[in-house]
């Protein structure tokens, strides 16, 4: 079965009339859609990445805020929608300023739920970068409890990921903390 032949059946179960002028090509865009909201699976780190990844002596923290974070949810798929915070201690490299985007993008373009997002990208820096830690947090609503369920419009998640010296130094997990308040 196709994604446009699973979405025929999803519009014919719920009721509605596939001949109808606004349905017709329905299935088919929905199909596209699909597959561009999870395009994450098709992607690959070392090709985002593209050795994008540049000799430093720099060892103070490199953070990215308010990387924008389109997902779906996996149990409802759904949409959540919200803002990344990711950042880093060099050690002897450092990694291409648009490749942490691409990153959070290619995790968050799954089917995800936010506390797996947040691990797989902190995860992924340090194992890239060789880091000596990473911090990632990510503040987001989700429409699967905005539009259904509890409908709680103004609810916000928020996760965080502490590996490395941001897990085992207080001092500079503050340090994070306060750098992306401002």
Same mark, same amino acid.
Request: net charge neutral.
């Given at each position: $079965? ?9 519009? &014919? ?6 001949? #109808?002028?606004? =349905? *017709?090509?329905?299935?088919? #865009? ?6 561009? =909201?999870? #395009? !994450?699976?098709?992607?690959? +780190?070392? &090709?985002? +990445? ?27 798929? =759904?949409?959540?929608? !919200? ?5 880093? =201690? ?11 985007? *691409? ?5 968050? *373009? @799954? ?17 890239? &970068?060789?880091?000596? !830690? ?10 699967? $409890? $905005? $539009? @259904? ?8 998640? &928020? ?7 941001? *897990?085992?130094?207080?001092?500079? #997990? ?9």
């Amino acid at each position: $079965m196709t994604i446009e032949t699973a979405y025929q059946e999803i519009i &014919t179960a719920i009721g509605e009339d596939l001949s #109808r002028p606004g =349905l *017709r090509d329905t299935p088919l #865009r929905a199909a596209k859609a699909i597959q561009f =909201l999870t #395009r !994450g699976y098709q992607q690959d +780190i070392d &090709t985002v +990445i593209n050795d994008a990844m540049f000799p430093s002596d720099s060892e103070e923290m490199v953070i990215v805020k308010n990387i924008e974070l389109y997902s779906m949810c996996e149990h409802h798929m =759904l949409p959540f929608i !919200g803002k990344c915070h990711v950042a880093y =201690l060099p050690k002897g490299k450092v990694i291409g300023l648009s490749k942490i985007a *691409r990153i959070v993008d290619v995790f968050a *373009r @799954r089917l995800q739920i936010q506390e797996n997002l947040t691990k797989e990208i902190a995860e992924v820096i340090i194992h890239k &970068t060789g880091a000596a !830690g990473a911090a990632v947090i990510i503040e987001a609503q989700h429409m699967c $409890m $905005m $539009m @259904r369920g509890v409908e709680k419009q103004n609810s916000v998640m &928020t996760t965080s990921c502490m590996l490395g010296a941001f *897990r085992s130094s207080q001092n500079t #997990r503050n340090e994070f903390l306060s750098l992306i308040q401002r």
